[in-house]
């Protein structure tokens, strides 16, 4: 599966894409707001190997996509559309922070929606993250989702809980 941007090609992943996954999945400053993270090898090459069983799965529910630059063919991070239930989805994304600042998640997620709501028919399509995350509420926001409010401490991982801010955007919102 495929889905293809201006820039972009937000593909499924394989895997020979583990040695461009880890080497963001490695790194700290990336995992500092996730519940996975930092990965070794292992860690990743398992990952790799959970998407490429998700893509087998019918009907599918789960899609983890590599973010490709299209002129350099060089992959820089990933993007995710869940469904949850029938008629919602959540969004999620993850880039090298070589590459970030250029607009490439909002440009992946923007092509994530179209599909969401015009190819799998969701409803709503919501995104979390961690209120001391900035740069996210930011692409949440550039890609047209209402702040819905604060998941307090919901979510326990890496020793401790975690709020997350709650963003989502519906079908007939998406411009």
Not at 35 to 44: F, Y
Not at 66 to 79: C, H, T
Not at 110 to 129: M, T
Request: aromatic content about 10%; some cysteine; proline content about 4%.
């Amino acid at each position: 599966m495929q889905l293809e941007t201006e820039r972009l090609l937000i593909r499924d992943i394989v895997e020979r894409d583990w040695p461009y996954i880890h080497a963001y999945t490695s790194m700290p400053e990336v995992t500092v707001h996730t519940a996975w993270g930092p990965n070794t090898e292992e860690d990743t090459k398992a990952y790799v190997q959970d998407v490429m069983r998700m893509q087998l799965t019918e009907p599918r529910e789960g899609y983890e996509f590599a973010i490709v630059l299209k002129k350099e063919d060089l992959l820089i991070g990933g993007a995710g559309l869940h469904l949850t239930e029938q008629t919602n989805a959540e969004i999620g994304y993850v880039l090298h922070p070589a590459h970030q600042g250029n607009g490439y998640v909002t440009e992946a997620c923007r092509a994530l929606l179209q599909f969401g709501f015009r190819e799998l028919g969701v409803h709503r399509i919501y995104a979390k993250c961690r209120p001391e995350n900035p740069a996210s509420v930011r692409v949440m926001q550039r890609i047209g989702m209402q702040r819905e409010g604060v998941l307090r401490e919901h979510w326990f991982y890496k020793g401790r809980y975690h709020d997350s801010v709650l963003y989502s955007i519906l079908d007939r919102e998406l411009d």
